[in-house]
């Protein structure tokens, strides 16, 4: 039976460098792409490469980006018969799915009632549990006062984490130790997720100590096929948002692989999941493993699993969009290598990552063999101050994980971005650090790094002397 066919035209609702690689995975299909965008990214690439491009609307992000009756209308005006969302913004969003739906335009992603059900944390942990995939003791839904989660604190101990059920970015999220921590970290958090997202409830689990954070990738098609495209570790972060990111996972021993894979999968099929999507666990000392959420989009870490398997995602989110069956099997998701890639952000990493705005002076990106890089940046380029800090991403392969850290330093070490300050010498100190080249780090690395450079810099300042290598790393 002759596959389906793909679509006229799809509208791109993203910005910089995720707008960028949608937009390739369409031109290398054949697809004709639009870029929707806002004032503010009417010069950006995207805009400049698209085969068409919209405004939908000014630079601030409730009145373009996430302004769904612009997007809605940006591509009934420009006959697109898709719309890919990307990642953030309206992504996952349940209610653009639905619009989609009811106006004849195809989403590139799940069933809106599969991102709902997902995008809340305590539905989703219900569902996993009930499917057999392992989760963190904690609250069977959201805590509807201190006394609840005082309970549920004696059934399991402490420490505890309170969740915002709507969460993300580790917004609405405390660690607490005792009931006095609770007392005070409870109102904090819904306080805060109710900011953050317009959703006040929370949850509670415990606190799993000194975990790696360790992701599983699963395409799924409109006929039940599910096949999971490896793991990722994702534990090198700051305040829960991700620096660094590389698959397969480090010294994961291949029983816990496999039976992460395994329900990843069982957890997808459950959830009756369409299309890409992500299934993020904790991995504790033991090897043990708990369900954390899962995310109904393309990852901004995507690229490493492409790397190692030469499998395009995005491409693979459109064709399974228009109908298409999924071909893969899981033996085609084998690793080959080892890829890793560090995320560069416009920020001020010696000014406790300030974020930072500007115009790109002088831009150079790496290369050679094994080295990819998506990124949205040029010469001339003025860095918004409106949206996510995200310049680009530089991602290397290797045939084993030390070349791959070798040629992530060399690629750092070529990269200039000048104008703007941004993270590329913090992420070239990181990859040299002797932790990450072990291979053996949990979430808690960023901390202890810092502890260490500080330990270091206080040294300095005393007047000592410290042997720097070459580019300046200590």
């Known amino acids: 039976m002759p596959d389906k066919p793909l679509f006229r035209k799809i509208l791109i609702a993203n910005r910089g460098e995720i707008a960028l690689r949608i937009l390739r995975a369409c031109h290398d299909l054949g697809v004709s792409a639009v870029v929707a965008y806002s004032d503010a990214d009417r010069d950006s690439l995207p805009v400049r490469m698209a085969d068409e491009a919209v405004c939908i609307g000014p630079a601030q992000v409730a009145r373009s980006y996430n302004n769904i009756p612009a997007i809605i209308s940006a591509a009934l005006i420009t006959g697109c018969d898709a719309i890919h969302p990307?990642?953030?913004?309206?992504?996952?969003?349940?209610?653009?799915?639905?619009i989609c739906a009811q106006v004849g335009v195809t989403f590139i992603g799940p069933p809106p009632e599969v991102i709902e059900v997902m995008g809340n944390k305590a539905?989703?942990?219900?569902?996993?549990?009930?499917?057999?995939?392992?989760?963190?003791?904690?609250s069977p839904g959201p805590i509807a006062h201190l006394g609840e989660a005082r309970q549920i604190a004696r059934e399991i101990g402490y420490p505890l984490i309170v969740k915002a059920v709507a969460g993300g970015g580790g917004r609405?999220?405390?660690?607490?130790?005792?009931?006095?921590?609770?007392?005070?970290?409870?109102?904090?958090?819904?306080?805060?997720?109710?900011?953050?997202?317009?959703?006040?409830?929370?949850?509670?689990?415990?606190?799993?100590?000194?975990?790696?954070?360790?992701?599983?990738?699963?395409?799924?098609?409109?006929?039940?096929?599910?096949?999971?495209?490896?793991?990722?570790?994702?534990?090198?972060?700051?305040?829960?948002?991700?620096?660094?990111?590389?698959?397969?996972?480090?010294?994961?021993?291949?029983?816990?692989r496999d039976a992460l894979l395994r329900s990843a999968v069982k957890g997808a099929k459950a959830a009756d999941y369409v299309n890409a999507g992500t299934l993020e666990f904790l991995v504790d000392g033991r090897g043990d493993f708990y369900f954390m959420e899962m995310n109904t989009r393309i990852q901004v870490e995507h690229p490493v699993t492409e790397m190692i398997t030469g499998i395009d995602l995005v491409a693979w989110q459109i064709r399974i969009a228009a109908g298409q069956r999924l071909t893969l099997s899981q033996r085609d998701c084998e690793p080959r290598g080892h890829a890793i890639e560090c995320r560069v952000n416009a920020e001020d990493a010696t000014n406790d990552f300030r974020p930072s705005v500007g115009t790109v002076d002088l831009y150079v990106a790496p290369g050679g063999p094994g080295v990819r890089v998506d990124s949205h940046l040029y010469a001339g380029y003025s860095v918004p101050p409106f949206?996510?800090?995200?310049?680009?991403?530089?991602?290397?392969?290797?045939?084993?994980?030390?070349?791959?850290?070798?040629?992530?330093?060399?690629?750092?070490?070529?990269?200039?971005?000048?104008?703007?300050?941004?993270?590329?010498?913090?992420l070239r100190d990181i990859v040299a650090d002797e932790e990450f080249r072990s291979g053996s780090f949990d979430t808690g690395f960023i901390a202890r790094y810092s502890q260490r450079a500080r330990r270091v810099d206080d040294l300095v300042e005393a007047g000592l002397e410290i042997e720097r290598a070459p580019g300046g790393r200590r």
């Open 123 to 138: 539905e989703a942990r219900k569902m996993m549990q009930q499917a057999g995939v392992p989760i963190v003791p904690g």
């Open 86 to 98: 990307g990642y953030g913004f309206l992504a996952e969003n349940p209610y653009l799915a639905e």
């Open 387 to 426: 949206y996510d800090s995200l310049l680009g991403k530089i991602i290397t392969w290797g045939q084993d994980r030390d070349e791959a850290a070798s040629r992530m330093e060399r690629a750092l070490a070529e990269t200039v971005i000048s104008g703007v300050p941004q993270t590329v010498a913090f």
């Open 172 to 256: 609405g999220m405390r660690v607490v130790h005792d009931d006095q921590d609770l007392v005070r970290a409870l109102p904090l958090a819904q306080a805060e997720a109710d900011a953050a997202f317009g959703n006040d409830s929370v949850y509670v689990e415990r606190f799993v100590d000194r975990p790696r954070h360790v992701e599983v990738q699963v395409l799924a098609d409109n006929y039940g096929e599910v096949v999971a495209i490896g793991e990722r570790d994702c534990s090198i972060q700051r305040r829960h948002q991700k620096l660094i990111e590389e698959a397969p996972a480090p010294n994961l021993p291949r029983k816990t």
